[in-house]
């Protein structure tokens, strides 16, 4: 049986990701930042020791982004590996997501400035994974949550951003789950869509195994 960490349970999407994982039987272990300090590599060995997966969501809540999400980022890779577990589902933003273009929201000169430092700090996290070792997946909105809308039962994966696109939290969940049962989808940013009509179930189609 798959033994899951959430770090940032207390969040929409970590407590989303809690129940989803909850709903197939697997043994979850929600954690809020009150449980452990995830900057912390020590507190996240011993939250995450025994578990198989860690998905990590969370946000600096007041702190300064720059600082908070290195930090973090050096907290989980140093504390997994401590823990012995190697795969992480991290959850990301769109803006780092390349649009059709081939560019990155963030890159371009009409990204609002005051988004930029909590995207380049996304970012820096997203390099500390790629360097780790860690069979890493970061996973997005392709574009940004739906909350007042009713979840489809399933979603896509794209590795192109689209800022229009809204997922809903709890399908946004079920790529969560099914990329932490699927450790051969690893270093890479995935946005997630919401399923195209007549589509059955969750589909994990477009993007290849790495």
Known sequence: MVTIVVFGAGGKTGSSAVAEAASRGYH???????DADITDPQAVARAASGHGVAIAGVAPAGADPGGFFPAVANGLVTGLRKAGVS???WVSIASLLPDASGVAPVDTNSFPAEYRP???AHRTALETFE???LRWT?????GDFAPDRS???????TEV???TTRITHADHARALVDLAERSGVRGAHLGVVPRSPGAAGSVAGRVGHR
């Open 87 to 89: 795969r992480l589902v």
């Open 28 to 34: 979850v272990t929600p954690l809020r930042s009150a």
């Open 118 to 120: 909590f995207s380049l």
């Open 161 to 163: 951003g689209d800022l």
């Open 151 to 157: 979840p489809t039962g399933g979603y896509a994966l």
């Open 131 to 133: 360097a780790s070792g």
């Open 138 to 142: 970061a996973v997005s909105p392709a």
